[in-house]
């Protein structure tokens, strides 16, 4: 299986776009055992279908990338792409000024570490100039948030991006089109690994927050069991194959905020649930917006599926 992991930040906050220090440690620790190929995010892309594969990808571009991740990923020989959102670049997460509800604000790398960081192997991809939901933008702003983030990135680094991501995830025919017309490859939050037939402007990808249950639960088994910690994270990548398996079942949809909500529920955050005839616990989804996206389902131990569209 060949599959793109999202992250964001590596920060304490416990957020939704958070992940601990020594969960992504445990998650490092996993990738750089040899038990999976970790490639850049266009040679996973052009790697066989069959292959096991992952590539490592953080949007919005956090200092704490610079601070946290990239030291321990370089260490381990690990490549990684980082989306960055160019207007924003040297400042703050604070997208349009906004403050979302949940979501930590936190400061930004700048063109300097970006620079160093490039230098360094990291990819350096786009993420639009401003981070706008680019399905609630006219034509014209939505190709200049587009072209003008590979303009700024290839003016500040000498080397234009190749790779996009949508903020929010937020895209559709016509934004799609356009991103396809800038960018090699643009990559969406749609919960799933990548298939034989991937298409260029819709790349799925798995957003690894999801992964910190799976690998707690498997670490507190071996724990127990006293068996080796690294069989059970690969148990963990495994698990990865019935998520995918239990959205093809006709499940499809299952976005990385509606299984972040299934995550909080389950570690017993008050969400408003209901009960659904299977005795499954479902609830209203929000996204990083706020909005309501759906309907969150337990579909059993470690498997979350969704029902619904997200943004
Ligand atoms: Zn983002």
Same mark, same amino acid.
């Given at each position: 299986m060949r599959a793109i992991l999202t992250y964001h930040s590596i920060d304490p906050s416990g957020s939704p776009i958070s992940l601990s220090a020594s969960t992504f440690d445990r998650h490092?620790?996993?990738?750089?055992?040899?038990?999976? +190929?970790?490639?850049?995010?266009?040679d996973l892309l052009a790697a066989p279908p069959a292959d096991d594969a992952v590539a490592i990808t953080f949007d919005d571009g956090f200092a704490n990338f610079g601070e946290m991740a990239a030291p321990r990923l370089a260490d381990a020989g690990l490549p990684s792409t980082l989306f960055v959102v160019t207007d924003h670049?040297?400042?703050? %997460?604070a997208w349009g000024g906004?403050?979302? /509800?949940?979501?930590?604000?936190?400061?930004?790398?700048? =063109?300097? @570490?970006?620079?160093?960081?490039?230098? /360094?192997g990291v990819t350096i991809g786009a993420?639009?100039?401003?981070?706008?939901?680019?399905?609630?933008?006219? @034509?014209? +702003?939505?190709?200049?948030?587009?072209?003008?983030?590979?303009?700024?990135?290839?003016? *500040?680094l000498g080397r234009?991006?190749?790779?996009? *991501?949508?903020?929010? #995830?937020?895209? %559709?025919?016509?934004?799609?089109?356009? *991103? @396809?017309?800038?960018?090699? =490859?643009?990559?969406?939050?749609e919960f799933a690994a990548v298939g034989a037939a991937v298409l260029h402007e819709r790349v799925p990808r798995l957003d690894a927050y999801y992964f910190q249950r799976i690998a707690d639960r498997h670490l507190d088994a071996a724990a127990e069991a006293g068996q080796d910690l690294e069989e059970h994270a690969v148990g963990g990548w495994r698990r990865v194959d019935q998520v995918h398996a239990t959205a093809a079942r006709g499940l499809r949809g299952l976005h990385a905020d509606q299984v972040r909500?299934?995550?909080?529920?389950? /570690? #017993?955050? +008050?969400? #408003?649930?209901r009960v659904t005839a299977g005795g499954r616990r479902a609830a209203p989804l929000k996204d990083h917006r706020g909005g309501v996206a759906g309907d969150a389902v337990a579909a059993g131990p470690g498997v979350a599926a969704a029902s619904g569209a997200s943004a």
């Open positions: 490092v620790r996993w990738l750089r055992s040899g038990r999976v +190929r970790v490639l850049t995010v266009e670049v040297g400042r703050t %997460n906004v403050p979302t /509800q949940g979501i930590p604000h936190l400061p930004l790398l700048g =063109w300097d @570490a970006l620079g160093r960081l490039s230098e /360094q993420h639009t100039r401003t981070h706008p939901d680019l399905t609630t933008t006219d @034509a014209a +702003r939505a190709r200049d948030e587009l072209r003008g983030s590979a303009d700024a990135i290839e003016r *500040a234009r991006p190749g790779v996009f *991501a949508y903020p929010f #995830g937020g895209l %559709n025919r016509e934004i799609a089109a356009l *991103a @396809a017309t800038e960018f090699r =490859w643009s990559c969406t939050t909500l299934e995550v909080r529920a389950d /570690q #017993g955050e +008050r969400v #408003g649930g």
